[in-house]
């Protein structure tokens, strides 16, 4: 099973402020939707709890919810206690390509284990509190997928690559 971390990274590595995302980027939520959906995807608590209600769990695709509290009173869920298992829970389920959509306390622990890193770099050094972890690049092989200019419904313009462990 082929793990991929999906990710909209600021060119500060700013990923999140005050539980919610600093941009509004709704090209990169359809990218985000379209390349996960029919796969299991894997999240921490505080990036479900930042989902609102109506989204949740995202609609057509396993959600997994990583907690040590295990506070989750959602039945449509995969709650675990550690990541481990659930990787474990998707690969039984013979997921082919698993995806970790964060948030930054998580792929700080998966970003080592990934296989491939689908990141939208935003032209944006948004204030925040949540960091993508420092990654080597030329560990990667990159491949650019698309640019999409600033408009009126997107408060800043991005890239969308995908970066394959060499
Ligand atoms: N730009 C993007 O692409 C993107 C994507 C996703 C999220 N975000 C943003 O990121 C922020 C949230 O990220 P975050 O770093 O604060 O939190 P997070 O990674 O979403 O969740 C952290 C929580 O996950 C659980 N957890 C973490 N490691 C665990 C482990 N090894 N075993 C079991 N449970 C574990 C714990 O939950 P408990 O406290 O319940 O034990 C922990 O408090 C939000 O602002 C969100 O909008 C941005």
């Known amino acids: 099973m082929k793990i991929s971390l999906i990710a909209a990274i600021g060119e500060n590595k700013v990923i999140g402020a005050k539980g919610d995302l600093p941009w509004h980027l709704p090209d990169d939520m359809k990218f985000f939707s379209t390349t996960t959906r029919g796969h299991y995807v894997l999240m921490g608590r505080k990036n479900y709890d930042s989902i ?25 869920v995969h709650v675990v206690n550690t990541i ?11 997921e082919e390509e698993l995806f970790i959509i964060g948030g930054g306390d998580i792929y700080r622990q998966t970003i080592g284990i990934a296989d491939k890193l689908y990141i939208t770099h935003v032209d944006a050094s948004p204030d925040g509190d949540t960091h993508f972890p ?13 640019h999409h200019p600033m408009d009126d419904v ?9 970066y394959d462990k060499n």
């Open 134 to 146: 420092e990654f080597d690049i030329s560990e990667y092989t990159k491949t650019t997928l698309e």
């Open 84 to 94: 481990e298992k659930g990787i474990q829970l998707a690969r039984e389920a013979r």
């Open 154 to 162: 997107h408060n800043f313009s991005f890239t969308i690559c995908v």
């Open 52 to 76: 609102p209600l109506k989204f949740r769990p995202l609609p057509g695709r396993p959600n997994i919810v990583v907690t040590r509290t295990n506070q989750i009173n959602d039945q449509h």
